[in-house]
């Protein structure tokens, strides 16, 4: 191993510690008390809910997004695997499972009934309240699609983009995940059951993307609906739930053929949505594409990391951030990555997630593609030892770093970013376990 190897190997080892003790203070943070005054509003997390950032700052990450809740605590399995503190995770898991079937119980129509809350706005907060006749509708089958809930277990009601149909699928992927580690309960199935049921009746259909920001079908979800089907029809057919495991293997066969509509010959891409909308253009390129094949975790065959369409889009989209980003000026490797071109939220820069799922990307492709491994692993231990460059020596990892100077900005401690890089460090062990087989 050489010197270089040799640092980053102690660096990543420091940065996982150093998330795994991060990543805590965010799940079951019963001790925090978030008031929003202009709201009059008052919020103390309940067991078992994730917070998206911790920290108290201007961007108000405080809630329960079903989308990162699900990538985090994926995350956490990975390190249960590698014997950190297993136990503890243990328990933090069931307890995610039990907040997240309470959300389920969420009745919009009582808080309309119970009112008050407009009356405790004050009036130049009215009209980020969404109307009476949205949130009446927020019960039984519409909670999991309404994206993101209070900490403390009750609906948000707030305007936001909604629906967004990714995060339960994600969370399925996940405990079914979980379930494979010998780490499952009836709650877990109670869970995955109807998250596998919601996948189902709105596989495929438009809603708003993982940034929250345009409506079409977007690849993300779409992937990420197709791996939860394809995993859930093996867990239904495996629990002799025949019926269960028929109908969602359909919807899987549906998606598959949908999912063959995102390549986009003309270009030589896979396009990041369907129909396109104002903005198909511009994100085509969207990075979520990637974020999608990763978190989906295909093992191999089409829209898995080895499909020759998904490694033709990212080297379109790596010469992308490439050609923007000043920090990646006149480098052939080592790229740092973002959003889409023509990102402006806050910074518009790169982002901890889209990076380390940048690195994981090429672990992975080490992994299934054996006759290129030492290239791949090269590629993504070039990603993290760039990136180490735009981390505080804290290590404390914020969710944008600028483009132009590479300081970190926009919400603190995001508590994604930490889970993306414990996920990427543990696809560059297990490409490494590999080549040292």
Not at 321 to 332: L, V
Not at 337 to 351: H, K, L, M
Not at 383 to 398: Q, T, W
Request: net charge negative; proline share 3%.
């Amino acid at each position: 191993m050489t010197a270089s190897e040799t640092s980053l190997e102690r660096w990543g080892d420091a940065l996982l510690r150093h998330a795994a003790a991060k990543i805590p203070h965010a799940i079951s943070a019963t001790s925090l008390v978030k008031e929003r005054p202009g709201f009059g509003q008052t919020v103390q997390p309940a067991p078992g809910s994730v917070l998206a950032s911790a920290a108290s700052t201007e961007l108000d990450y405080f809630f329960h997004w079903l989308r990162d809740s699900a990538l985090i605590i994926d995350a956490t399995r990975l390190l249960i695997r590698r014997g950190i503190d297993a136990d503890a995770w243990a328990r933090r898991y069931h307890d995610f499972v039990h907040f997240s079937l309470g959300l389920n119980a969420i009745e919009g129509r009582a808080l309309v009934a119970a009112g008050g809350f407009r009356e405790r706005a004050q009036a130049d907060h009215l009209k980020y309240i969404r109307p009476d006749d949205e949130l009446s509708a927020v019960h039984g089958d519409r909670v999991p699609g309404d994206v993101r809930f209070n900490a403390d277990g009750t609906i948000d009601y707030f305007d936001w983009h909604r629906p967004q149909n990714d995060g339960p699928a994600l969370r399925a992927l996940t405990c079914l995940r979980f379930t494979d580690d010998g780490i499952g309960s009836a709650a877990a199935d109670a869970l995955i059951r109807g998250d596998l049921a919601y996948t189902a009746r709105n596989a495929g259909a438009p809603c708003y993307d993982i940034w929250e920001e345009d409506w079409a079908q977007h690849y993300n979800t779409v992937i990420a609906q197709y791996a939860a089907l394809r995993h859930g029809a093996r867990w239904a057919e495996a629990r002799g739930d025949a019926a269960f495991a028929a109908e969602l293997g359909a919807r899987r066969d549906e998606l598959a053929d949908l999912l063959e509509r995102y390549w986009d010959e003309s270009r030589g891409l896979l396009r990041s949505r369907l129909p396109g909308g104002e903005n198909a253009d511009e994100k085509a390129l969207d990075f979520s594409l990637i974020l999608g094949v990763v978190h989906a975790g295909l093992e191999s065959g089409a829209h898995s990391v080895a499909d020759p369409r998904v490694r033709t889009t990212f080297l379109w989209q790596q010469a992308m951030f490439r050609d923007t980003y000043a920090i990646n000026a006149g480098r052939s490797s080592g790229i740092m990555f973002g959003r889409y071109n023509g990102d402006t939220y806050i910074s518009g820069g790169a982002w901890y997630i889209s990076t380390f799922a940048a690195a994981e990307y090429h672990y992975r492709l080490a992994v299934a593609v054996p006759t290129e491994r030492e290239e791949y692993i090269a590629g993504g231990d070039a990603i993290l030892s760039r990136v180490r460059e735009f981390i505080p020596a804290s290590g404390d990892l914020s969710e944008q770093f600028d483009q132009t100077t590479g300081e970190p900005t926009s919400a603190e401690d995001l508590t994604w970013s930490y889970a993306g890089f414990i996920s990427a460090w543990a696809a560059r062990e297990a490409a490494l376990s590999q080549a040292g087989a």
